[in-house]
Each structure stands twice: as structure tokens, then as C-alpha cells.
């Protein structure tokens, strides 16, 4: 059964840092590109961060140069460092593998709560 297990997040304020964890089972965690997703209330969940097998790093404009994604394959864990957070950082942030997804299939842990005062 796949899961993902989400943590780290929490308040902070606009300028402040937090790391999120992602514990990921039941799937072969080294052979999926994994993602950082986050929905804030009223909008649809986007990708904010992604990491390929190869550890090859991309992200949506509005986090370059402050977010920075990175895995380890031998805990089967992803990371999103997070730093300079603003207001609008605020959301839900969730992982899940880009495959899942892209083809309609996947299944979403809970997710952790980011909230950033101004």
C-alpha cells in the first residue's frame, strides 16, 4: 500500500525557515522523480518542487532561489528546505511520486500545514 507521511511544518513569520519531511512506503522509492505539492484554501494543488532518480532538481517560479528539494533514498525520505517564507507560502504541502500524479492514481497522506504571518 503506498503512503506518504508528511511533517514539519507550522507558524512562522514572513522570513523565517522550515524543513518538511516526507516519509514514503510502499512503492520502489528510488526509481520515482518525487514532488512537492500545496494547496492553499480556495486553490488547486500545485507542484512546487521536484526531484528526478537522479537527484535533478526543478522549481515553479515563485520558490526558485528560496525552496531546495532533495531525497534520500536510503530512508525512502524527500525533503523541502524552505527558506525566506512569505505569506503566500501558506498552504498544505504535500509529496507524493510525479508518476502517481501525472497518471491519475495517486493517493495523498495528510499533508502538513505551513502558515507564515506577515
Known amino acids: 500500500q503506498v503512503r506518504f507521511v508528511e511533517s514539519g511544518g507550522g507558524l512562522v513569520q514572513s522570513g523565517e525557515s522550515l524543513r518538511l519531511s516526507c516519509a514514503a512506503s510502499?512503492?520502489?522509492?528510488?526509481?520515482?522523480?518525487m514532488g512537492w505539492y500545496r494547496q492553499a484554501p480556495g486553490n488547486v494543488r500545485e507542484l512546487v518542487a521536484s526531484?528526478?532518480?537522479?537527484?535533478?532538481?526543478s522549481y515553479t517560479a515563485s520558490v526558485q532561489g528560496r525552496f531546495t528539494i532533495s531525497r534520500d533514498n536510503t530512508k525512502n525520505t524527500v525533503y523541502l528546505q524552505m527558506n525566506s517564507l512569505k505569506p503566500w507560502d501558506t498552504a498544505v504541502y504535500y509529496c507524493?511520486?510525479?508518476?502517481?500524479?501525472?497518471?491519475?492514481?495517486?493517493?495523498w497522506g495528510q499533508g502538513t500545514q505551513v502558515s507564515v504571518s506577515s
Open positions: 526531484i528526478s532518480r537522479d537527484a535533478i532538481t
Open positions: 507524493n511520486a510525479r508518476n502517481f500524479v501525472e497518471a491519475n492514481v495517486a493517493s
Open positions: 510502499g512503492f520502489l522509492f528510488a526509481s520515482y522523480a
